[in-house]
């Protein structure tokens, strides 16, 4: 057995000891925060499994910014639902537990006897990478070869911020989201948010602009960006906007916007919907990239904000 | 065994640990989390198929396409959790409870 698989299997029985823990846990506070480190030991496995752009996207997004999330209603329950008492019966225990093995087998079944050698589309994308400029192969599908996919995406976190919207309290339209209460000025936190963020902000634009042709990209980035804003918002330095405002939604819809609308002239001057013209295509993809990393941060911190509220309410809340 | 293939079982484990608290748990929060486990088995599951088919040719070490569907499932999956978690805090703002069981049926 050689180290590098002593190490793999350590990893594997951590997270699935993690996952176990989150499912386990007598605490909402302990599940959440097990998940947050579990989601940081899948970002290894990404690494291990030689996928870096996956792991990049799983720490901070899966990681962090749902941990963060997930933080902040778990601190939110009311006492009683803190200490959960299991309601399910022994016999629906039993059940789930006999149909969960069944998925779980037939799942590692599946894993074991994968065909070999493996079907693959690596080659393809190889042999059409130098058509669009770019020398990361991941940004390649996300952004020219699976573009239908990325373009839905973008458009999915729109829809995201209309629903969590659209949870409003009845005086709470048009006014600022109230789920991130500053804590208050002076602390810790408020010296960490004025350090990270200039820091922050060039990690997320270089994870942008590096995605072209390494690690990175546009989720990535954005990702890192949301974060140093929400940090901000936290910290109390700065306030997140009322909803109502419109430059606001312009900044929300202008990378889906963007990508859309470059799609559609593809249909004329490619050929086809989401083309691009071959001599055109990486300025066309960086722009689209650099405004769908304005969006999606835009999507992410309003995500992470929550539905507008009226002042009062937001205090009234326990 | 290969590493590929010990997270793929890992993955695998994760799908029923996640079915099976989804089932189970008692409270929105926990089955939003196990929600989460579930679908992080599944692209456990699509990593290990990416590796597999990675190394045909020089400079990739995974199948960028299913990368890249990855990538999408996790946006997507953080979108999903964060209109599940706005519904149960408007769910706790209106009735201080965090789940959706009749009464009766919670003091069992």
């Not at chain 1, 949301?226 to 990378?255: N, Y």
């Given at each position: 057995?050689?180290?590098?698989?002593?190490?793999?299997?350590?990893?594997?029985?951590?997270?699935?000891?993690?996952?176990?823990w989150t499912?386990?846990?007598?605490?909402?506070?302990?599940?959440?925060?097990?998940?947050?480190?579990?989601?940081?030991?899948?970002?290894?496995?990404?690494?291990?499994?030689?996928?870096?752009?996956?792991?990049?996207?799983?720490?901070?997004?899966?990681?962090?910014?749902?941990?963060?999330?997930?933080?902040?209603?778990?601190?939110?329950?009311?006492?009683?639902?803190?200490?959960?008492?299991?309601?399910?019966?022994?016999?629906t225990?039993?059940?789930?537990?006999?149909?969960?093995?069944?998925?779980?087998?037939?799942?590692?079944?599946?894993?074991?006897?994968?065909?070999?050698?493996?079907?693959?589309?690596?080659?393809?994308?190889?042999?059409?990478?130098?058509?669009?400029?770019?020398?990361?192969?991941?940004?390649?599908?996300?952004?020219?070869?699976?573009?239908?996919d990325?373009?839905?995406?973008?458009?999915?976190?729109?829809?995201?911020?209309?629903?969590?919207?659209?949870?409003?309290?009845?005086?709470?339209?048009?006014?600022?989201?109230?789920?991130?209460?500053?804590?208050?000025?002076?602390?810790?936190?408020?010296?960490?948010?004025?350090?990270?963020?200039?820091?922050?902000?060039?990690?997320?634009?270089?994870?942008?602009?590096?995605?072209?042709?390494?690690?990175?990209?546009?989720?990535?980035?954005?990702?890192?960006?949301?974060?140093?804003?929400?940090?901000?918002?936290?910290?109390?330095?700065?306030?997140?906007?009322?909803?109502?405002?419109?430059?606001?939604?312009?900044?929300?819809?202008?990378?889906?916007?963007l990508?859309?609308?470059?799609?559609?002239?593809?249909?004329?001057?490619?050929?086809?919907?989401l083309?691009?013209?071959?001599?055109?295509?990486k300025?066309?993809?960086?722009?689209?990239?650099?405004?769908?990393?304005?969006?999606?941060?835009?999507?992410?911190?309003?995500?992470?904000?929550?539905?507008?509220?009226?002042?009062?309410?937001?205090?009234?809340?326990? | 065994?290969?590493?590929?293939?010990?997270?793929?079982?890992?993955?695998?484990?994760?799908?029923?640990?996640?079915?099976?608290?989804?089932?189970?748990?008692?409270?929105?929060?926990?089955?939003?989390?196990?929600?989460?486990?579930?679908?992080?088995?599944?692209?456990?599951?699509?990593?290990?198929?990416a590796?597999?088919?990675?190394?045909?040719?020089?400079?990739?070490?995974?199948?960028?396409?299913p990368?890249?569907?990855?990538?999408?499932?996790?946006?997507?999956?953080?979108?999903?959790?964060?209109?599940?978690?706005?519904?149960?805090?408007?769910?706790?703002?209106?009735?201080?409870?965090?789940?959706?069981?009749?009464?009766?049926e919670?003091?069992?």
């Amino acid at each position: 057995m050689s180290a590098a698989l002593i190490v793999d299997l350590g990893l594997a029985l951590s997270i699935l000891g993690l996952g176990v823990w989150t499912v386990a846990a007598r605490s909402h506070n302990g599940a959440v925060v097990g998940y947050i480190a579990y989601g940081l030991l899948v970002a290894l496995v990404w690494v291990r499994l030689a996928a870096v752009d996956v792991a990049l996207t799983e720490a901070a997004i899966g990681s962090g910014l749902t941990g963060l999330l997930l933080l902040g209603v778990a601190t939110r329950l009311p006492r009683s639902a803190r200490q959960p008492s299991p309601t399910a019966g022994r016999w629906t225990r039993l059940l789930a537990g006999v149909l969960s093995a069944t998925v779980a087998g037939g799942l590692a079944a599946v894993v074991l006897l994968l065909p070999d050698p493996a079907p693959t589309l690596a080659p393809s994308v190889a042999a059409n990478l130098p058509a669009t400029g770019l020398g990361n192969p991941v940004t390649g599908v996300l952004i020219a070869f699976r573009a239908i996919d990325t373009l839905l995406e973008s458009v999915v976190l729109v829809f995201a911020i209309i629903g969590v919207w659209s949870l409003a309290p009845k005086d709470g339209w048009g006014e600022r989201p109230g789920w991130l209460r500053p804590a208050p000025l002076g602390s810790a936190l408020t010296l960490l948010a004025q350090l990270l963020p200039p820091i922050g902000i060039l990690v997320g634009i270089h994870l942008f602009w590096t995605g072209a042709n390494a690690p990175g990209g546009a989720f990535q980035g954005g990702a890192v960006l949301a974060a140093m804003w929400v940090l901000a918002m936290i910290a109390g330095l700065t306030r997140p906007p009322a909803v109502s405002r419109r430059r606001l939604r312009l900044v929300l819809v202008i990378g889906p916007a963007l990508f859309l609308a470059v799609g559609v002239a593809g249909i004329w001057l490619a050929g086809d919907f989401l083309a691009y013209p071959v001599a055109y295509a990486k300025p066309l993809i960086l722009v689209i990239e650099a405004a769908l990393t304005l969006s999606i941060a835009a999507a992410l911190g309003l995500l992470l904000a929550g539905p507008p509220e009226a002042p009062s309410a937001a205090e009234r809340q326990p | 065994m290969t590493a590929v293939t010990l997270f793929g079982l890992c993955g695998a484990a994760l799908v029923g640990l996640g079915l099976y608290g989804l089932i189970v748990l008692p409270g929105a929060l926990r089955r939003i989390i196990a929600f989460n486990l579930l679908g992080s088995g599944v692209f456990l599951l699509f990593g290990v198929i990416a590796r597999r088919g990675g190394g045909a040719i020089a400079g990739t070490g995974s199948d960028p396409v299913p990368q890249a569907l990855i990538i999408t499932g996790l946006v997507v999956a953080f979108a999903a959790t964060a209109l599940a978690v706005a519904l149960l805090r408007r769910l706790l703002q209106e009735t201080g409870r965090d789940d959706w069981d009749e009464a009766g049926e919670a003091d069992r």
